[in-house]
């Protein structure tokens, strides 16, 4: 199985700054891209960015210039540092990871669960 253990989140004031992590742990061949996602309460989960092993990037217009997506290999890790935070960067924050398991499988989605992010006005 494959686990994704996010942390970072947390309230902070419009304007500021919060990094998240997340880290893959269990029994898998490799990881093809990671990612963060968010829903905010009565929406859809949205892709925010990803990253993939080889380092390319992709970001959603509403947050290029202000977040930026990191990858460790080494740690099967993720980093999402978000700066100058918006009251409606609000929601909670969701790692995936696509993953192959075993040489015999195909690659699947991946999931932690969820580190909330408020940011006050």
């Known amino acids: 199985q494959v686990h994704l253990v996010e942390s970072g989140g947390g309230l902070v004031q419009a304007g500021g700054s919060l990094r998240l992590s997340c880290a893959a742990s269990g029994s898998f061949l490799t990881i093809t891209s990671m990612g963060w996602y968010r829903q905010a309460p009565g929406k859809q989960r949205e892709l925010v960015a990803s990253?993939?092993?080889?380092?390319?990037?992709n970001y959603v217009d509403f947050v290029k210039g202000r977040f930026a997506i990191s990858g460790d290999n080494a740690k099967d890790s993720v980093y999402l540092q978000m700066n100058s935070l918006k009251p409606e960067d609000s929601a909670v924050y969701y790692c995936n990871a696509r993953v192959r398991v075993n040489i015999d499988s195909s690659f699947g989605d991946y999931w932690g669960q969820g580190t909330q992010v408020l940011v006050s006005s």
């Open positions: 990253i993939t092993r080889g380092g390319m990037t």
